[in-house]
T-cell receptor, first 115, second 111 residues
Framework: KAGVTQTPRYLIKTRGQQVTLSCSPISGHRSVSWYQQTPGQGLQFLFEYFSETQRNKGNFPGRFSGRQFSNSRSEMNVSTLELGDSALYLC??????????????FGEGSRLTVL | SQQGEEDPQALSIQEGENATMNCSYKTSINNLQWYRQNSGRGLVHLILIRSNEREKHSGRLRVTLDTSKKSSSLLITASRAADTASYFCATARLVLQKLVFGQGTRLTINP
């Protein structure tokens, strides 16, 4: 089985731009979660999607948004980029159904640098 | 805010020695999980221990959970250079429907 695939792996943007990151979960997994990892804040939960519906959301501003498609692939978008958005964005999929507390399978991440 | 807090923040030992990392949390949990992250890469799930379990083994890994003290420990026996990584505990509470990660312990195994 192929693992979780995130694209792009690296990208550089300037302040004020927007960015879209993509995540393809493991085949058969319907839950996709997104995390932001920075040296100062660690791993922060962004949101989780299950069967195209946002099931949970972290404490991030509205500039951070996401969606999930019918094939479970997910995208997250950050608009009006700020320097502080520079981070490793990690996507994780899970085979969980009703519950979202089982093992997560992570992708390699998308490293975003905002200049 | 982080639910789990790992201790120590960094640990450096010689190859062959055992490494112990601790995780404390604040509220009741359904399960606790440990993950490993090699530098700048994605996280890899190591082990999950449920709230009604006290100890679990997987290869060279041993995890304990003490719900009365709200703490867990991860023991890696006979460490190898390849064990060099950051280790994170993550707590799961059904009511939150998500995993909350600690800040991690950076483990360095010296050859």
């Amino acid at each position: 089985k192929a693992g979780v695939t995130q694209t792009p792996r690296y990208l550089i943007k300037t302040r004020g731009q927007q960015v879209t990151l993509s995540c393809s979960p493991i085949s058969g997994h319907r839950s996709v979660s997104w995390y932001q990892q920075t040296p100062g804040q660690g791993l922060q939960f962004l949101f989780e999607y299950f069967s195209e519906t946002q099931r949970n959301k972290g404490n991030f501003p509205g500039r951070f948004s996401g969606r999930q498609f019918s094939n479970s692939r997910s995208e997250m978008n950050v608009s009006t980029l700020e320097l502080g958005d520079s981070a490793l964005y990690l996507c994780a999929s899970s085979s969980d159904g009703i519950r979202s507390t089982g093992e997560l399978f992570f992708g390699e991440g998308s490293r975003l640098t905002v200049l | 805010s982080q639910q789990g807090e790992e201790d120590p923040q960094a640990l450096s030992i010689q190859e062959g020695e055992n490494a112990t990392m601790n995780c404390s949390y604040k509220t009741s949990i359904n399960n606790l999980q440990w993950y490993r992250q090699n530098s700048g890469r994605g996280l890899v799930h190591l082990i999950l221990i449920r709230s009604n379990e006290r100890e679990k083994h997987s290869g060279r890994l041993r995890v304990t959970l003490d719900t009365s003290k709200k703490s867990s420990s991860l023991l890696i026996t006979a460490s190898r250079a390849a064990d060099t990584a950051s280790y994170f505990c993550a707590t799961a509470r059904l009511v939150l429907q998500k995993l909350v990660f600690g800040q991690g312990t950076r483990l360095t195994i010296n050859p």
